[in-house]
Nanobody, 114 residues
Framework: QAQLVESGGGLVQPGGSLRLSCAAS????????MSWYRQAPGKERELVAT????????NYARSVMGRFTISRDNAKNTVYLQMNSLKPEDTDVYYC???????WGQGTQVTVSS
């Protein structure tokens, strides 16, 4: 069945970088736009970035613009989120989501702390 699996989270110091990966299986990734979301305990899930099926159209939340980059490799069935200049307020669980349909990954924890 269709599945998304995130990886790449961890603990990083402020100003550091991480790259998250979202591996897709059970469906043809190139047919779908994909998004990254994040959520902290007790807060609503926030849309971070969206990329169209072929990667030509990309949108970012204002809070991450200029620091985060979403990309995809449809041949590898993977979507990425490169996160640079990380701040403590970027600490969240990060999820990837297929834009069409209610398909979410399990999430990966990102903690930015000194």
């Amino acid at each position: 069945q269709a599945q998304l699996v995130e990886s790449g989270g961890g603990l990083v110091q402020p100003g550091g970088s991480l790259r998250l990966s979202c591996a897709a299986s059970g469906f043809t990734l190139s047919n779908y736009a994909m998004s990254w979301y994040r959520q902290a305990p007790g807060k609503e899930r926030e849309l971070v970035a969206t990329i169209s099926s072929a990667g030509r159209n990309i949108n970012y939340a204002r809070s991450v613009m200029g620091r985060f980059t979403i990309s995809r490799d449809n041949a590898k069935n993977t979507v990425y989120l490169q996160m640079n200049s990380l701040k403590p307020e970027d600490t969240d669980v990060y999820y990837c989501k297929r834009v069409a349909g209610d398909l979410w990954g399990q999430g990966t924890q990102v903690t930015v702390s000194s």
